[in-house]
């Protein structure tokens, strides 16, 4: 099992910055494709970042040039650095974990954590 949880979120302006965490336990971490999903109010969970066992990177279109995902295997931890943040980036972000990327939605997740983007 994988247990996952999200820190880093909270209030900035537009054009403004923020580093999500995701700390994981377990002794396989390295093992795990990561990846970010968030969900903003009234809409469905979407697909943000991923990154794979290699470090090879996948990113939605609305995030690419803006967002950048890494992992630190060491300490059994995936980061999310968001710059130039839009309003539109409000939402819950949540950490996932996947022996494969089309597994991660069906995979383990976390309780999230709150983004907000004020215009």
């Known amino acids: 099992q994988v247990q996952l949880v999200e820190s880093g979120g909270g209030l900035v302006q537009a054009g403004g910055s923020l580093r999500l965490s995701c700390a994981a336990s377990?002794?396989?971490?390295?093992?795990?494709?990561m990846g970010w999903f968030r969900q903003a109010p009234g809409k469905e969970r979407e697909f943000a970042a991923a990154?794979?066992?290699?470090?090879?990177?996948d990113y939605a279109d609305s995030v690419k040039g803006r967002f950048t995902i890494s992992r630190d295997n060491a300490k059994n931890t995936v980061y999310l650095q968001m710059n130039s943040l839009k309003p539109e980036d409000t939402a819950v972000y949540y950490c996932?974990?996947?022996?494969?990327?089309?597994?991660?939605?069906?995979?383990?997740w976390g309780q999230g954590t709150q983004v907000t983007v004020s215009s």
């Open positions: 377990g002794r396989t971490f390295s093992s795990y494709v």
């Open positions: 996932a974990a996947d022996r494969t990327i089309g597994g991660l939605l069906s995979g383990y």
């Open positions: 990154i794979r066992q290699s470090g090879y990177t």
